[in-house]
């Protein structure tokens, strides 16, 4: 369906005169040379397209199976200079551009910047599972700080460093001095004791000397509706869907610190490209796209 409707936006383009918003891009982009770009990168990844051609996004999946959007935006003169490239990661890469660079060297370039990121992602997903956090509906993939509670009326905020996010974090606490200032004298004390072997529940309560609160969960009402898929809280109205044409997010992540939404449809499409889903009956069984904890949706939801 998406791939389809960029084709047609692509010929129509070709062929218009009349959109006057877009005469000073197609004056120096060639929409051929884009449509190509994105042919070799696959239409199945393709997210989003402008309608003045101003940027793109795309999807990439990590080895861990977590999904990115990765947009990439075009002024006059691409290809002869670089795009810009936007994501939600704790800091963007130098994008390597030449000449004869393509969209694809971009997504390639994004793809290493993941991998790059691995532990990161690895460290602060282990602390939003096992710690009781505040403000944890609002946790984002680019987010290093985590506000965390100790217990005794008192907080921690760390920074976890991007590049080295099992050594010892930047932190702040937070509450009374009477409760705080024994803590941040045992922070001192201990700071040499952080271990990059251990996760950084151990190591914070080790350093701390004290027994952490474990996460009660996210509120129902506090639940993401949108999909996290593709991004959108109704299903389109087209017949392709069937019963299911503009319809809601229908299945949520059982992970309470996760608790993404999805339409059933859209998790069951993104677990057929994964190589690692089993079937049984009408069932798929595969991992949630975002903390990797089991889902099973049903199939044959489509027309």
């Known amino acids: 369906m998406k791939v389809d409707f960029v084709r047609r936006l692509f010929q129509i383009l070709r062929h218009s005169k009349e959109i006057e918003n877009l005469s000073t891009v197609l004056t120096s982009m060639n929409i051929g040379v884009i449509h190509s770009e994105i042919e070799e990168i696959g239409w199945e990844h393709l997210v989003r397209l402008s309608e003045d051609l101003s940027f793109v996004t795309f999807r990439v999946i990590d080895k861990k199976e977590r999904v990115h959007i990765l947009e990439i935006s075009f002024d006059k003169s691409y290809p ?25 060297d971009v997504v390639n370039q994004f793809k290493q910047h993941l991998e790059n990121l691995q532990q990161f992602w690895s460290t602060v997903e282990d602390i939003d599972q096992s710690l009781c956090l505040f403000d944890s509906s609002n946790l984002h993939r680019a ?49 040499k004791k952080w271990k990059k072997e251990k996760t950084f529940g151990e190591n914070l309560s080790n350093l701390l000397e004290i027994q952490l609160p474990k996460p009660q969960g996210v509120e129902k009402n506090e639940q993401q509706i949108e999909c996290g898929i593709c991004y959108s809280e109704f299903l389109p109205i087209n017949d392709e869907f069937g019963a299911n044409s503009g319809g809601k997010t229908d299945y949520s992540c059982e992970n309470s610190i996760c608790n ?44």
């Open 260 to 303: 993404k939404a999805f339409h059933s449809v859209c998790l069951g499409d993104w677990l057929r490209s994964i190589t690692t889903t089993r079937q049984s009956f009408n069932v798929l069984f595969g991992n949630c796209p975002y903390c990797s904890e089991p889902v099973a949706v049903k199939t044959g939801t489509r027309k």
């Open 80 to 104: 002869n200079t670089p795009p810009s490239v936007s994501a939600d990661v704790p800091y963007i890469f130098n994008l390597q551009w030449s000449k004869n660079s393509r969209l694809k």
């Open 143 to 191: 987010m290093s700080l985590r506000h965390i509670n100790i217990g005794n009326d008192c907080s921690i905020i760390v920074l976890i460093h991007a590049n080295e996010p099992r050594s010892l974090p930047e932190c702040r606490f937070m509450g009374l001095n009477e409760n705080v200032n024994p803590l941040r004298d045992k922070w001192r004390k201990n700071c």
